[in-house]
């Protein structure tokens, strides 16, 4: 009877033994990363990394004001260059900015809004698992309206403007971007023409990380 017993000992023990080995081999065999994943990863820490940041928003606009309905639809010229800091899952980017919009009326006339922002800043939101941001940007500056009439006469206002701007943005390389933008600026300038306009298109960008480049 005790060699029976101690054969049944045995066995309860080595039923435990081969549980607990189960139990413990999942944690043991769980996938390791693989280089895909690696290489995504590393591409996101670098497009949300501090850096200097260059756009340029290609497309076109669209006067607004009380005499915006007798202008074509114009191209603009807008530039923004900054200092990308990284906020973990967001970036904030103080930047400044030029913007230049020109559009002609059927009679001759030649209407332009120039802003040159003396301060502003972009604030993006990346997604987790892509390299893609959502973003929205306030700049404050200079205002420049001006119409050059089709019988030769010219007027021009100064005055201060604003500029509100959102989008999307999805970075090919850690290097350049891509997206969507769409822009409103507003000049406070004393003038019933044209004191605004609508801008929308594609938006090219590109970032240095200053964390590796």
């Known amino acids: 009877m005790s060699r029976s017993g101690s054969c049944l000992a045995s066995a309860l023990?080595?039923?435990?033994?081969?549980?607990?080995?189960?139990?413990?081999?999942?944690l043991s065999l769980s996938p390791s990363p693989t280089a895909a994943a690696l290489r995504r990863a590393d591409l996101l820490a670098r497009v949300r990394a501090e850096g200097i940041a260059l756009t340029f928003n290609l497309g076109?606009?669209?006067?607004?004001?009380?005499a915006a309905s007798e202008y074509d639809v114009g191209f603009?010229?807008?530039?923004?260059?900054?200092?990308?800091?990284?906020?973990?899952?967001?970036?904030?980017?103080?930047?400044?900015?030029f913007?230049?919009?020109?559009?002609?009326?059927?009679?001759?006339?030649?209407?332009?809004?120039?802003?040159?922002?003396?301060?502003g800043g972009e604030l993006a939101?990346?997604?987790?698992?892509?390299?893609?941001?959502?973003?929205?940007?306030?700049?404050?500056?200079?205002?420049?309206?001006?119409?050059?009439?089709?019988?030769?006469?010219?007027s021009?206002?100064?005055?201060?403007?604003?500029?509100?701007g959102w989008g999307l943005t999805y970075m090919l390389t850690s290097y350049i971007g891509a997206g969507l933008y769409m822009g409103v600026t507003k000049s406070f300038a004393n003038t019933d023409d044209?004191?605004?306009?609508?801008?929308?298109?594609f938006r090219l960008r590109a970032f240095y990380s200053l964390a590796g480049g």
Request: charged content about 10%.
């Open 194 to 201: 044209p004191s605004g306009s609508l801008t929308f298109g």
């Open 99 to 119: 913007e230049m919009s020109r559009w002609s009326a059927s009679e001759g006339d030649t209407y332009g809004l120039m802003l040159v922002a003396a301060g």
């Open 13 to 26: 023990a080595l039923s435990l033994l081969c549980a607990g080995v189960a139990e413990a081999a999942p």
């Open 156 to 164: 021009s206002k100064v005055g201060f403007a604003i500029n509100v």
């Open 76 to 97: 603009p010229l807008s530039a923004t260059l900054g200092y990308q800091i990284n906020l973990g899952n967001a970036t904030l980017t103080p930047q400044a900015m």
């Open 60 to 66: 076109g606009s669209r006067a607004l004001g009380k």
């Open 125 to 154: 939101y990346w997604l987790q698992h892509v390299p893609l941001s959502l973003w929205a940007a306030l700049n404050l500056g200079i205002g420049d309206v001006s119409i050059n009439g089709g019988d030769g006469g010219t």
